[in-house]
Nanobody, 127 residues
Framework: QVQLEESGAGLVQAGGSLRLSCAAS????????MGWFRQAPGKEREFVAA????????YYANSVKGRFTISRDNAKTMVYLQMNSLKPEDTAVYYC????????????????????WGQGTQVTVSS
């Protein structure tokens, strides 16, 4: 089991940057695929980015590709989401998620792939 805690919430103007962090508990962090999702008011939770267990592969939603970067530090059991060139439509609660995947290689791009979730952190981008 893993517990996740996001940080880095903030209000930023369009075009600005924010960095979200996700601290994970547990000794088997490197066995989890990690992802970021977001949910805007009145909308469904949507995939933002994912990173493989080693950090060697990353995946992005088309809406954030080229602007957001996901990374992880397995030694520190941390996952990050660097968000640049932010737009008002990026406003949402952002969630860190973990998918237990101790064996093999797989891709996890949907919410139902993930087993554990953080409480979320608010990102607001003003125009």
């Amino acid at each position: 089991q893993v517990q996740l805690e996001e940080s880095g919430a903030g209000l930023v103007q369009a075009g600005g940057s924010l960095r979200l962090s996700c601290a994970a508990s547990g000794r088997t962090f490197s066995s989890y695929i990690m992802g970021w999702f977001r949910q805007a008011p009145g909308k469904e939770r949507e995939f933002v980015a994912a990173i493989s267990k080693s950090g060697g592969s990353t995946y992005y939603a088309n809406s954030v590709k080229g602007r957001f970067t996901i990374s992880r530090d397995n030694a520190k059991t941390m996952v990050y989401l660097q968000m640049n060139s932010l737009k008002p439509e990026d406003t949402a609660v952002y969630y860190c998620a973990a998918d237990w995947s101790p064996v093999g290689i797989r891709v996890a791009l949907t919410a139902r792939d993930y087993d554990y979730w953080g409480q979320g952190t608010q990102v607001t981008v003003s125009s």
